[in-house]
């Protein structure tokens, strides 16, 4: 009962903070860098990615430019840039695990470092309050209203998710502990034999041997 309070409550606590801040990293000319994020199906994902300037007053050289490519877990393309400074992308996930965003800059001599920003975001907080704010013409407490309540059903269907992953965790200990049975069963069995044989073949011996 505890356990299941303190996992409930961390639950909580990872959805209520903030789910997703804008990343920072570095990325090489000729060199590809891998984000991954683990989404739930029929979650809404959205990300926004750019190169920083490092100087405002100047305009982006054209050795900072980006390939950009988001994949399922299995694969699947749901994003894909060629050569761009900044760019988005949303998407409904069709099925869960772990979403790869890569970013890859095209080879240059010499060879140049530059900063990537992104920004993805999933589930509830892949929603643009602002936007449903102005369209709706709503006030501040139903705005927070409707938060909680997009809030709640994100924490209701983690819940199922994580249930569904204990579930095929349990499966998965039932037939390693099986295997291991078996397998234990025929490593004895194994044992046995190899020494009854080696019984057997001693006595053999000594009985041509005439020594018993």
Same mark, same amino acid.
């Given at each position: 009962?505890?356990?299941?309070?303190?996992?409930?409550?961390?639950?909580? %606590?990872? %959805?209520?903070? @903030?789910?997703?801040?804008?990343?920072?990293?570095?990325?090489?000319?000729?060199?590809?860098?891998? %984000?991954?994020?683990? %989404?739930?199906?029929?979650?809404?994902?959205?990300?926004? /990615?750019?190169?920083?300037?490092?100087?405002?007053?100047?305009?982006?050289?054209?050795?900072?430019?980006?390939?950009?490519?988001?994949?399922?877990?299995?694969?699947?393309?749901?994003?894909?840039?060629?050569?761009?400074?900044?760019?988005?992308?949303?998407?409904?996930?069709?099925?869960?695990?772990?979403?790869?965003?890569?970013? &890859?800059?095209?080879?240059?001599? @010499?060879?140049?470092?530059?900063? =990537?920003?992104?920004?993805?975001?999933?589930?509830?907080?892949?929603?643009? &309050?602002?936007?449903?704010?102005?369209?709706?013409? =709503?006030?501040?407490?139903?705005?927070?209203?409707?938060?909680?309540?997009?809030? *709640?059903?994100? *924490?209701?269907?983690?819940?199922? /998710?994580?249930?569904?992953?204990?579930?095929?965790?349990?499966?998965?200990?039932?037939?390693?502990?099986?295997?291991?049975? &078996?397998?234990?069963?025929?490593?004895?069995?194994?044992?046995?034999?190899?020494?009854?044989?080696?019984?057997?073949?001693?006595?053999?011996?000594?009985?041509?041997?005439?020594? *018993?």
């Amino acid at each position: 009962m505890f356990q299941r309070f303190v996992l409930v409550a961390v639950l909580v %606590i990872g %959805i209520l903070s @903030p789910a997703s801040e804008s990343l920072r990293f570095e990325l090489q000319t000729g060199h590809t860098k891998c %984000i991954a994020e683990d %989404i739930k199906s029929n979650s809404m994902s959205v990300g926004n /990615y750019h190169v920083v300037k490092p100087n405002d007053d100047h305009p982006l050289p054209e050795s900072h430019k980006l390939t950009v490519k988001v994949t399922s877990t299995h694969g699947h393309s749901m994003h894909t840039a060629e050569k761009v400074e900044k760019g988005q992308f949303a998407f409904t996930a069709p099925e869960d695990g772990d979403y790869m965003a890569c970013f &890859w800059a095209s080879e240059q001599s @010499p060879q140049a470092t530059f900063t =990537v920003e992104l920004d993805w975001r999933t589930g509830v907080y892949a929603k643009d &309050w602002s936007n449903v704010a102005k369209k709706g013409q =709503v006030d501040v407490m139903e705005l927070e209203l409707k938060k909680l309540y997009d809030t *709640i059903t994100s *924490i209701h269907e983690e819940m199922f /998710y994580l249930r569904e992953r204990e579930e095929e965790m349990q499966m998965l200990n039932r037939a390693t502990t099986s295997k291991m049975f &078996w397998l234990s069963f025929v490593s004895l069995f194994l044992c046995l034999s190899v020494a009854g044989m080696q019984f057997w073949h001693l006595k053999t011996f000594f009985e041509k041997k005439k020594l *018993i």
